[in-house]
């Protein structure tokens, strides 16, 4: 990498530091690593180096990306498949290219089926009695995948490897994206809704996927039928989906990522009062999962990150010694 050795890394803990300091004798890089979120006072952790990474948990603002821009900053990679916390319009604004990192699907696949095995099987009704020694069977009998359908929205590399997985419990698996790449019946959002048992979101977070799922889009859906996400919280819009999990008219939700997540997840809220009336009212609900977007999270898919994050610092160190 020249001269410019360095990559700066904002958000990094303790597995993910090791891992740094792993790779940067076989890359040739010089780690400078830092457990705080990337914000405009600590910016100027990265003068004299080109490169920066990222984790996902924070937003990163407009005042920290000029920062790191003055600072003679011109790529940062995030550590995550999206790149929805990052303004990426302006980081370019001010010459900053933004690059995102592939990971092993399997870590998102294997949690999702997890979800939906759960959720079809009252997993956190029964899990909860049983810490109370009530070891009744519940009076609501659990559901085998082989006689539901699932709909999988987005099949991109994890939504890819979820069908892949559902084949081997033997039911009808339909799926729905614009660029269909995968053994399953592609059919229209609105049919795949109305069609399925289960529906699991793997759609990126877009303009166009905001609220993908709203109150009218769950009206389509069938009575009873359960939502699972472990994409990003947004896809939902969660007042819709309350009313429709308080109204009866969805089974059920497993959600690993949630609308207003921020500043709540990853931290420990044991003491603290949580200002988000959805996410109490959700947690109440014995029909619903919740888990704090943990489902990346692997030992090989954080090998993946840290490993591709330092790869993209690389290539782009290349593309600018070399035109």
């Given at each position: 990498m020249s001269r410019a050795t360095g990559i700066t890394v904002y958000g990094c803990g303790r597995e993910e530091a090791a891992l740094f300091r792993e790779l940067a004798p076989r890359f040739g890089i010089t780690p400078t690593l830092t457990d705080a979120a990337l914000s405009e006072a600590n910016a100027e952790l990265a003068s004299g180096n080109r490169c920066v990474s990222v984790d996902h948990k924070t937003r990163i603002t407009g005042p920290a990306l000029l920062a790191l821009s003055r600072a003679g900053v011109t790529y940062l990679s995030t550590r995550s498949i999206g790149c929805n916390h990052i303004d990426v319009e302006y980081a370019e604004s001010v010459g900053i290219s933004v690059g995102n990192v592939a990971y092993s699907p399997d870590s998102v696949a294997d949690y999702t089926l997890m979800l939906m095995l759960m959720a079809v099987r009252n997993a956190k009704a029964t899990v909860r009695r049983s810490?109370?020694?009530?070891?009744?069977?519940?009076?609501?009998?659990?559901?085998?995948?082989?006689?539901?359908?699932?709909?999988?929205v987005g099949t991109g590399r994890i939504g890819t490897a979820v069908v892949e997985r559902l084949r081997g419990f033997g039911g009808r698996t339909l799926a729905c994206d614009r660029r269909p790449g995968t053994a399953a019946d592609y059919v229209s959002?609105?049919?795949?809704?109305?069609?399925?048992?289960?529906?699991?979101?793997?759609?990126?977070?877009?303009?166009?996927?905001?609220?993908?799922?709203?109150?009218?889009?769950?009206?389509?859906?069938?009575?009873?039928?359960?939502?699972?996400?472990?994409?990003?919280?947004?896809?939902?819009?969660?007042?819709?989906?309350?009313?429709?999990?308080?109204?009866?008219?969805?089974?059920?939700?497993?959600?690993?990522?949630?609308?207003?997540?921020?500043?709540?997840?990853?931290?420990?809220?044991?003491?603290?009062?949580?200002?988000?009336?959805?996410?109490?009212?959700?947690?109440?609900?014995?029909?619903?999962?919740?888990?704090?977007?943990?489902?990346?999270?692997?030992?090989?898919?954080?090998?993946?990150?840290?490993?591709?994050?330092?790869?993209?610092?690389?290539?782009?160190e290349r593309r600018t010694l070399h035109g």
């Open positions: 810490d109370r020694h009530d070891y009744r069977l519940n009076e609501v009998r659990g559901r085998e995948l082989r006689d539901l359908t699932t709909g999988v959002l609105d049919e795949l809704l109305r069609r399925s048992d289960i529906v699991t979101l793997h759609a990126p977070l877009t303009a166009d996927t905001h609220h993908l799922i709203d109150s009218r889009r769950i009206e389509q859906m069938k009575h009873g039928a359960f939502l699972v996400n472990t994409g990003r919280g947004s896809l939902i819009d969660t007042e819709a989906l309350v009313s429709a999990l308080e109204s009866g008219r969805l089974g059920g939700a497993a959600l690993d990522v949630l609308e207003g997540e921020e500043g709540i997840f990853y931290t420990d809220c044991r003491n603290t009062r949580i200002g988000s009336k959805a996410l109490l009212r959700l947690q109440e609900m014995p029909n619903v999962l919740i888990t704090p977007h943990t489902a990346y999270h692997t030992d090989h898919a954080l090998s993946d990150m840290v490993e591709n994050s330092v790869r993209n610092c690389m290539e782009h």
